[in-house]
């Protein structure tokens, strides 16, 4: 009874959802086993019962009981969709049918790794700038909540008063009387906009906003031609076809903009259409990429192209994301030092104006 209870104690406390770090754990850990001569049923079973987390666990004792009882792992893996997408399922299809199953392994476990580093990239790049704002809304707060209401005292009998003056104060008692207004219209917006999310003509809309947007447009671009370019390389290097291989990769594309720009490519390749005029045509090769693809698809060598394509975006955008960061740094300290100052400087006044009204 009482491991009972501390088995659904850890149960509520622990997350239901398998994260991009423990799918790349599981990956990495099943190319080891499978390279060393474990077989997969028994290597699931090594990882569930030595190193997994709980939602990870779990989900390696219900695809362990589909193999065991006569589903093949790509069919297990697409009883998860959550976790797994086509092309990792579709991988490891096209793995088991080839009998390279460790290489396949190898292969996703670096695209996952990567598709983790990026994401910890783009977070690292705006915590800081979010610290930073997060900082002078407290600090805009506890002035207007603590400090000004204490000097209004001085200004109550005063006549004349100067405008900056009364709409400190005027600020300052609505924020006092009405801020829980401004913070449950606040949590209600937050909680409205994921709740747009979830539906396909918002996020549309969306997507086709946040590629007109200068900073915006060139984050989303170089991110999908990472996604893109390194899927299709994995792919052609497994022996998936190209028309095949750029349907799955299409889907691997979160932008529906460029995933729609992607589906005109691919329809046309397989209407006959070469491969680097079509692609020539989506967002996600500007001319320098295309001039790689034709030399690719003149010598044959496709998968090294996409590969040298993949690795180029990434070093641009790691660069590019350096650039920001170190340029966002000082911009945000004087944006809090304006709003702050500000402030501060309209109180100093406040109480000089004071002293003349005195006189």
């Known amino acids: ?20 770090a423990d799918l790349e754990f599981l990956t990495a850990e ?23 987390k709980p939602a990870l666990a779990d989900m390696l004792q219900d695809i362990s009981k589909r193999l065991k009882g006569g589903e093949s792992l790509s069919t297990a893996c697409k009883a998860h969709p959550q976790t797994f997408d086509k092309l990792y399922c579709n991988l490891i299809e096209l793995g088991e049918a080839s009998g390279n199953l460790t290489e396949i392994f190898s292969d996703l476990a670096k695209d996952l790794k990567f598709k983790r ?21 407290l600090s805009v707060l506890f002035i207007f909540n603590f400090i000004i209401p204490k000097m209004a005292e001085m200004f109550r009998e005063a006549e004349n008063l100067p405008w900056y003056t009364q709409m400190m104060l005027s600020v300052s008692d609505w924020m006092v009387n009405y801020q829980w207004f401004l913070v449950l219209g606040t949590v209600a ?12 003509r918002f996020t549309d809309s969306l997507d086709r906003i946040a590629l007109r947007l200068p900073f915006f447009s060139y984050l989303i671009v170089a991110v999908e031609r990472i996604r893109f370019n390194s899927g299709l390389a994995m792919m052609i290097r497994s022996g998936v076809v190209i028309d095949k291989a750029l349907k799955l990769a299409t889907g691997n594309v979160k932008n529906h903009v460029l995933r729609h720009q992607l589906d005109i490519a691919q329809q046309k390749v397989n209407r006959g259409s070469a491969l680097s005029p079509a692609l020539s045509q989506t967002e996600l090769y500007p001319d320098f990429f295309v001039s790689l693809l034709e030399v690719g698809e003149e010598s044959g060598h496709l998968e090294k192209v996409f590969s040298e394509i993949a690795s180029r975006s990434r070093q641009e955008f790691e660069s590019w994301t350096q ?18 100052g500000g402030v501060v400087v309209v109180m100093l006044l406040s109480m000089v104006s004071m002293n003349d009204i005195g006189l």
């Open 323 to 340: 650039k920001v960061t170190t340029l966002l740094e000082p911009l945000m300290i004087l944006f809090m030092g304006g709003i702050v």
């Open 1 to 20: 009874m009482q491991i009972k209870e501390e088995h659904n104690k850890k149960a509520l406390f622990s997350s239901s959802k398998v994260s991009l």
């Open 189 to 200: 917006s937050v909680f409205g906009f994921v709740s747009l999310l979830k539906h396909e």
């Open 30 to 52: 099943l190319s080891l086993l499978l390279s060393s001569g474990v077989k997969i049923d028994k290597g699931l079973d090594i990882i569930r019962k030595t190193k997994a």
């Open 117 to 137: 580093e990026l994401r910890a990239k783009i977070i690292g790049s705006l915590s800081y700038p979010a610290v930073i704002f997060f900082v002078c809304i």
